[in-house]
T-cell receptor, first 115, second 115 residues
Framework: KQEVTQIPAALSVPEGENLVLNCSFT??????LQWFRQDPGKGLTSLLL?????REQTSGRLNASLDKSSGRSTLYIAASQPGDSATYLC??????????????FGKGTHLIIQP | DGGITQSPKYLFRKEGQNVTLSCEQN?????MYWYRQDPGQGLRLIYY???????QKGDIAEGYSVSREKKESFPLTVTSAQKNPTAFYLC??????????????FGDGTRLSIL
């Protein structure tokens, strides 16, 4: 059964720092990997989606990489801002057959950017 | 604006009572999903539907039921058989025209509590 782990569970850094969030998964047979942001009491906002054939995706100050064979992804946030404070979730879509659908999520990294 | 609407935002259930959570989308997406989120936990898949009049159990379907009579709507009923229903419930959808590279979009969630 697929398991997704995110490290660290929580992170607090001063504004302006570059930072890296880590995600690992146990089954490399995935279709894609998605990074989300969740603000307190809110739903999820999709940040980046990396297809299984891709190595990285970029959007503004965010860059996500994928090493499918080793079961790892990182989310890099450049020049962090207080507005980046949120919980960041990593999720993978199964690539195995049988029609299974739905995402498997990690528990998230709770990020606080200090002004 | 296109999006996913979940209602109500807050819901209270008495012991032994069934309650239904609403999820409506106007994104013309074929697939819809229900997830449950507990504090400090990642999201877990309850049910999903890839097409009207068809749905499949996810990882934690016991005590829940769904229907998919219309493409736009995917209501979730939390039955009295669900012994620990207090959680944050999130609905999602995605297009299935190209399976591997389409992100899931999420609603703002319904918080269910037991009286």
């Amino acid at each position: 059964k697929q398991e997704v782990t995110q490290i660290p569970a929580a992170l607090s850094v001063p504004e302006g720092e570059n930072l890296v969030l880590n995600c690992s998964f146990t089954d490399s047979a995935i279709y894609n990997l998605q990074w989300f942001r969740q603000d307190p009491g809110k739903g999820l906002t999709s940040l980046l989606l990396i297809q299984s054939s891709q190595r990285e995706q970029t959007s503004g100050r965010l860059n996500a990489s994928l090493d499918k064979s080793s079961g790892r992804s990182t989310l890099y946030i450049a020049a962090s801002q207080p507005g980046d404070s949120a919980t960041y979730l990593c999720a993978v879509r199964p690539g195995s057959g049988g029609g299974a659908d739905g995402l498997t999520f990690g528990k998230g990294t709770h990020l606080i950017i200090q002004p | 604006d296109g999006g996913i609407t979940q209602s109500p935002k807050y819901l209270f259930r008495k012991e032994g009572q069934n309650v239904t959570l609403s999820c409506e989308q106007n994104l013309n997406h074929d697939a819809m999903y229900w997830y449950r989120q507990d504090p400090g936990q990642g999201l877990r898949l309850i049910y999903y539907s890839q097409i009207v009049n068809d749905f499949q159990k996810g990882d934690i379907a016991e005590g829940y039921s769904v229907s998919r009579e219309k493409k736009e709507s995917f209501p979730l009923t939390v039955t009295s058989a669900q012994k620990n229903p207090t959680a944050f419930y999130l609905c999602a959808s995605r297009t299935t025209t190209e399976r591997s590279n389409q992100p899931q979009h999420f609603g703002d969630g319904t918080r269910l509590s037991i009286l």
